[in-house]
């Protein structure tokens, strides 16, 4: 009896061990850009120049502390810059992608690529 959550091989076929360059490229992902909400954040903010923190809100589905919590990840990690400002009386607060945050999703993209290749190959 096999046991349960064990990768099975179809008979006949050999087992095919993962390459070294594979396990490499996997754990060099950039665990912080990884993470679902942090990878919207920014994958939105690569392709506009700045963007409120409603117009976020709003396009990832998330909520005001969800969001807080994982714009502030990346201002930390100085992949994006947070502007505060008001609007007459009312608040606005705008991020933008800082080129160290643009330089990371490239890298990470690029990762990807690197993954999805090599599982295409196998």
């Known amino acids: 009896m096999a046991k349960t959550g064990a990768a099975r091989v179809p008979q006949g076929e050999p087992e095919r061990p993962v ?3 594979q396990k490499a490229a996997a754990a060099e992902l950039d665990r912080l850009i990884h993470e679902r909400v942090r990878l919207g954040i920014v994958s939105a903010l690569a392709v506009n120049e700045s963007l409120a923190f ?8 998330t909520t005001d502390g969800n969001l807080s919590v994982h ?4 201002e930390e990690a100085e992949y994006v810059v947070c502007t505060k400002s008001f609007a007459g009386r009312v608040p606005k607060t705008e991020y933008r992608l ?3 945050g643009r330089r990371a999703l490239e890298r990470y993209l690029d990762h990807m ?5 090599a599982a295409r190959q196998r």
């Open 98 to 100: 800082t080129a160290a």
């Open 71 to 74: 714009a502030r990840k990346l």
């Open 19 to 21: 390459k070294a360059k």
């Open 54 to 61: 409603n117009d976020l809100k709003a396009l990832l589905k």
């Open 113 to 117: 690529e690197a993954l999805i290749s």
